[in-house]
């Protein structure tokens, strides 16, 4: 026989353990929402029956509704499932530890004045801490965001940031480029202060070696960038400004080893560094 105090417990667990069920569920549609490629995620039907991610916009406004709820403090019922483990990050070959240091955290009121020679080459080196990275930029066709990579390497923006998002399945890339990005807390939201216009979409297309600008909308481009290490399907949104000409063995082995979460879409699992980030003329 149950008595009515433990039938209102077990009542008060199960409406816990469906509050706790909604909250991950709603937890987990943010995260498809958080950028790729700025924030939220859109599934887009191929001619052929295929799918893929394309990009929507991210409202502040969400994040701090999750920031708000995460904060209320909620007392648990008695016989509440224990919290689920986080999940254990796993050495990846060729990936050492990342250079000490932190994200300098300057920010900036205005795109900066254009600096560069448009008629010039650039060179921006990626030295993370599972190996280096080099980009052939393209200062003729993506000036504003030639310049403003030149710029932010200049003020060591990138040093110590982490590459926050790896996707493994529809696309293929590594997003790297916030400077409020962790190992496991997911990033996304991140960026230099100003936002600037996009270039280069008539035609584009997002074959492996693309380096493209990560962004949450038409007009928004900041400093989070994503390397397209296997061919990907896109809609032309997403500014591309360089190609990758040593290195992209580095970010095939990084994505190779998957995701934090075990996921498609996730923290890689390698904790992807900068130690540092240069753009040279030439």
């Known amino acids: 026989m149950v008595s009515s105090e433990q039938r209102r417990r077990q009542l008060a667990r199960e409406k816990y353990e469906r509050q706790m069920q909604r909250r991950a569920e709603a ?12 924030a939220s995620l859109a599934v887009v039907v191929l001619a052929g029956g295929g ?25 648990a019922p008695t016989g509440a499932a ?7 990050r796993k050495p990846v070959e060729g990936c050492a530890t990342p250079a000490p240091g932190s ?54 923006f990138f040093d110590h940031t982490k590459c926050h998002r790896l996707t493994t399945d529809g696309i293929f890339v590594l997003q790297c480029g916030d400077p409020t990005a962790s190992a496991t807390v997911p990033g996304g939201t991140g960026g230099p202060g100003y936002k600037f216009a996009d270039e280069n979409l008539t035609g584009a297309t997002y074959p492996a070696g693309t380096v493209a600008m990560a962004n949450s909308g038409p007009g928004t481009n900041g400093s989070q960038f994503f390397l397209v290490y296997k061919d990907t399907q896109l809609p032309p949104n997403y500014t591309p400004f360089g190609k990758i000409t040593g290195g992209l063995d580095v970010v095939q082995k990084i994505a190779a080893a998957g995701t934090l979460e075990g996921a498609p879409d996730g923290h890689p699992m390698a904790d992807v560094t900068f130690n540092s980030v240069t753009v040279s003329k030439g």
């Open 27 to 38: 937890a987990s549609a943010r995260r498809r929402r958080n950028t790729i490629l700025g």
């Open 51 to 75: 799918t893929l991610f394309a990009t929507g916009a991210f409202s502040s406004d969400d994040k701090d509704k999750a920031t708000s709820a995460a904060s209320t403090p909620q007392a």
């Open 82 to 88: 224990e919290p689920t483990a986080a999940p254990t």
């Open 103 to 156: 994200p300098n955290g300057k920010q900036f009121k205005a795109e900066p004045a254009m600096s560069i020679d448009q008629g010039a080459s650039y060179t921006m080196a990626l030295d993370t801490n599972c190996g280096k990275v080099t980009v052939a930029l393209d200062a003729a066709k993506a000036p504003h965001t030639v310049n403003s990579f030149n710029f932010l390497a200049g003020e060591q």
